[in-house]
């Protein structure tokens, strides 16, 4: 039997959607379902393109979201294929986007594609919500639907986002919730001078690294049930002119909070300005909050989707909120029950990206026994 699933995953893997492009996936959702009575709305922002297409009007709503955007490539010399040509070898599907998510997409499709045909007048509502802005900066994306349908008083039931959750078996993990994201852009002054003469310069590497020590062995919260602790990191440092006799004038560092309901925005920032202050720092600091973090309690769609997991995989998923954001940040302002599944998460974002043959079919299978559940009278 031809394998549906597969084959629209591997026609969206061909399609170069790196980040802000989706390069004509959506249109590939649109070709398929509206010949069978979905509705579809397309949300142009920006370079960005979001679809919502639904099938019924009626309450109560169940949405798949995802994004067919990917990432980078990354260098290509280090992949054993094109990461824009699917190809199969060794049991996998290989290429940018098989795991995330180019291939949950194609299984909402053919899921919500069966659950239709099955049930033609099927109680209440089914749509996809997808976006091309997730891999980005995610300001024109899933955030701009969400605030679109809340100005027009519309809210969804139960939403299912097609992140690869899974991370040693497929369905062994589903998140009913998310850390949430504090970026911060730390500059710290100096006095620029001459290396021979350090008494007429201040190094601001040296001034600022006893603090960094301090902020990296600082715990923050001890994490909740749901969460685990909240984790700071690093991600960049720059200094200097690039010349070896320069004592720099500034440094920068560039660092991400991700944080558990144990902590809040406000507090971490509050708590890093004292460690900054107590070393005596000249500083600014700039601020971003990527998300806050979200929690779903274990409801009638986490409960549900437990379900269908166990009985298209026959096993018992772990509940937690491990991992990135998500958008599901942004659909929970809308919707009180949000939970993530996908297929295995151990080659996303790295070159020879891949999916397991073997989890495809049955992702799309965990769908649509989901959504058939959460829609039965």
Same mark, same amino acid.
């Given at each position: 039997?031809?394998?549906?699933?597969?084959?629209?995953?591997?026609?969206?893997?061909?399609?170069?959607?790196?980040?802000?492009?989706?390069?004509?996936?959506?249109?590939?959702?649109?070709?398929?379902?509206?010949?069978?009575?979905?509705?579809?709305?397309?949300?142009?922002?920006?370079?960005?393109?979001?679809?919502?297409?639904?099938?019924?009007?009626?309450?109560?709503?169940?949405?798949?979201?995802?994004?067919?955007?990917?990432?980078?490539?990354?260098?290509?010399?280090?992949?054993?294929?094109?990461?824009?040509?699917?190809?199969?070898?060794?049991?996998?599907?290989?290429?940018?986007?098989?795991?995330?998510?180019?291939?949950?997409?194609?299984?909402?499709?053919?899921?919500? =594609?069966?659950?239709?045909?099955?049930?033609?007048?099927?109680?209440?509502?089914?749509?996809?919500?997808?976006?091309?802005?997730?891999?980005?900066?995610?300001?024109?994306?899933?955030?701009?639907?969400?605030?679109?349908?809340?100005?027009?008083? =519309?809210?969804?039931?139960?939403?299912?986002?097609?992140?690869?959750?899974?991370?040693?078996?497929?369905?062994?993990?589903?998140?009913?919730?998310?850390?949430?994201?504090?970026?911060?852009?730390?500059?710290?002054?100096?006095?620029?001078?001459?290396?021979?003469?350090?008494?007429?310069?201040?190094?601001?590497?040296?001034?600022?690294?006893?603090?960094?020590?301090?902020?990296?062995?600082? =715990?923050?919260?001890?994490?909740?049930?749901?969460?685990?602790?909240?984790?700071?990191?690093?991600?960049?440092?720059?200094?200097?002119?690039?010349?070896?006799?320069?004592?720099?004038?500034?440094?920068?560092?560039?660092?991400?909070?991700?944080?558990?309901?144990?902590?809040?925005?406000?507090?971490?920032?509050?708590?890093?300005?004292?460690?900054?202050?107590?070393?005596?720092?000249?500083?600014?600091?700039?601020?971003?909050?990527?998300?806050?973090?979200?929690?779903?309690?274990?409801?009638?769609?986490?409960?549900?989707?437990?379900?269908?997991?166990?009985?298209?995989?026959?096993?018992?998923?772990?509940?937690?909120?491990?991992?990135?954001?998500?958008?599901?940040?942004?659909?929970?302002?809308?919707?009180?029950?949000?939970?993530?599944?996908?297929?295995?998460?151990?080659?996303?974002?790295?070159?020879?990206?891949?999916?397991?043959?073997?989890?495809?079919?049955?992702?799309? =299978?965990?769908?649509?026994?989901?959504?058939?559940?959460?829609?039965?009278?």
């Amino acid at each position: 039997m031809k394998n549906e699933t597969l084959e629209l995953a591997k026609a969206l893997i061909a399609r170069r959607s790196v980040t802000p492009e989706d390069a004509g996936c959506q249109q590939l959702i649109i070709d398929r379902l509206v010949p069978l009575g979905f509705k579809a709305e397309v949300f142009k922002c920006g370079d960005v393109v979001n679809l919502l297409i639904r099938h019924g009007t009626a309450k109560p709503l169940v949405v798949l979201a995802g994004h067919t955007d990917v990432v980078p490539a990354g260098p290509i010399e280090k992949w054993h294929s094109d990461p824009f040509e699917p190809t199969i070898r060794d049991g996998n599907l290989y290429g940018r986007g098989a795991a995330d998510m180019k291939t949950s997409i194609a299984a909402f499709v053919t899921a919500v =594609e069966r659950f239709v045909a099955a049930n033609p007048s099927h109680r209440g509502s089914v749509a996809l919500l997808i976006t091309s802005d997730e891999e980005g900066p995610s300001v024109d994306g899933t955030v701009r639907v969400v605030e679109a349908l809340k100005a027009r008083g =519309e809210t969804i039931d139960y939403c299912i986002v097609g992140e690869p959750s899974s991370v040693h078996v497929f369905g062994d993990t589903i998140k009913n919730g998310r850390r949430g994201s504090l970026t911060g852009r730390l500059v710290v002054h100096g006095v620029q001078g001459h290396v021979a003469y350090p008494q007429r310069a201040k190094n601001p590497v040296h001034l600022v690294a006893p603090a960094l020590a301090e902020v990296a062995t600082t =715990e923050w919260d001890r994490g909740n049930e749901y969460f685990p602790p909240t984790t700071w990191q690093i991600s960049n440092f720059h200094a200097g002119t690039g010349a070896q006799n320069i004592i720099p004038g500034s440094a920068q560092v560039d660092f991400n909070f991700r944080f558990s309901t144990a902590s809040t925005p406000e507090g971490l920032k509050a708590r890093v300005a004292e460690i900054l202050d107590r070393h005596g720092l000249e500083y600014a600091i700039d601020w971003t909050l990527g998300g806050k973090p979200f929690l779903t309690q274990r409801g009638r769609l986490v409960e549900t989707l437990t379900r269908a997991v166990e009985k298209v995989s026959g096993v018992t998923p772990e509940i937690n909120c491990t991992g990135g954001t998500s958008d599901g940040r942004f659909i929970i302002d809308i919707c009180p029950e949000v939970a993530e599944f996908g297929p295995v998460n151990r080659s996303i974002h790295k070159v020879n990206e891949a999916v397991a043959l073997a989890e495809i079919e049955p992702l799309a =299978e965990v769908y649509r026994v989901a959504v058939e559940d959460l829609l039965r009278g």
